[in-house]
């Protein structure tokens, strides 16, 4: 799946159970991202509702409607009409008739369409300046499941989640060209509580990152709560060893529930005051932490 690019069309109010279930097809690139989200948030409310699918395929169209709220976002649609759409989606999910032979249809077509995904065990999520890449694979080998690389002067850092047999974390690992070491780290991300949405009037899709993030008195940090060194597993590539910062489950969390457009900062401290920056773009961390449960249900 490829986030759609086009600018977005008011999403339809009800396009009929059976249209629909074409339409949330894993690989529907001709909907509107706006109309994608609208339509795979009904059919998944109804399923929860009804029972309708298997716990891997309401998964996998859990993390497909994250997808394409990201791809809506990113086409221009406005948050907060996004927020009544999935409202209103969900509303008209609740309320269809769990006997309706219309809904058993589209029931079968969604369960047709996600078969095979539920199977795919890898995934680029694309951003407008960095990718997340996505690998549901399991052992007992720490992997990264879900990563973003960057490079911030002559350091580089890998920021994701990861883990072994499935218990993941939200970690920063990081390689200084100069073989200093950081005695902290600190995510820093907008405070959804003191603002009302991100700050991108000024930015644009080629700004850089650092411009993607609001002052700093409408910002949140989390600390790091536990330091360590990992070898080349999760060393970023090319490293043999890095320093590794693990964060709090609840800063995955407040990262999943901002904007695709926005960006985040992982900030290395070192003795002296000294801070290293390197910087994250948001894009479709939501969407992939989602395609991750699919393989834990």
Not at 7 to 34: D, T
Not at 221 to 250: D, I
């Amino acid at each position: 799946m490829t986030s759609t690019r086009r600018s977005a069309k008011p999403a339809s109010r009800w396009m009929g159970l059976v249209a629909l279930a074409v339409a949330v097809a894993p690989c529907a690139a001709l909907a509107q991202p706006a109309d994608l989200f609208f339509e795979r948030t009904v059919i998944s409310a109804a399923g929860d509702r009804c029972a309708l699918f298997p716990p891997q395929v309401s998964a996998a169209l859990a993390a497909a409607a994250q997808q394409a709220r990201g791809a809506a976002l990113r086409a221009g649609t406005d948050a907060k009409a996004l927020t009544a759409m999935e409202q209103d989606a969900r509303a008209r999910g609740t309320g269809v008739d769990c006997k309706s032979p219309e809904l058993a249809v589209a029931a079968a077509r969604v369960q047709a369409a996600f078969a095979g995904f539920v199977h795919v065990s890898r995934m680029t999520y694309p951003g407008d300046a960095a990718d997340w890449r996505a690998d549901r694979g399991q052992g007992r080998t720490p992997r990264w499941n879900l990563a973003q690389d960057a490079t911030f002067g002559g350091d580089r850092m890998t920021f994701g989640l990861a883990g072994r047999e499935g218990a993941l974390a939200l970690l920063a690992t990081a390689d200084f060209a100069d073989g200093a070491t950081p005695y902290a780290a600190r995510l820093v991300l907008r405070d959804t509580g003191r603002t009302t949405g991100p700050y991108l009037t000024l930015a644009g899709k080629a700004a850089p990152l650092a411009r993607k993030l609001p002052p700093r008195a409408a910002t949140r940090g989390f600390m790091a709560e536990a330091r360590s060194t990992v070898g080349p597993e999760l060393a970023p590539k090319g490293a043999r060893t890095a320093a590794a910062f693990r964060f709090p489950a609840t800063a995955g969390q407040a990262l999943a529930e901002l904007d695709p457009r926005e960006a985040v900062a992982v900030e290395f401290l070192f003795p002296g005051d000294q801070v290293r920056t390197a910087y994250v773009e948001v894009g479709d961390f939501a969407a992939g932490r989602a395609f991750l449960q699919v393989a834990a249900r």
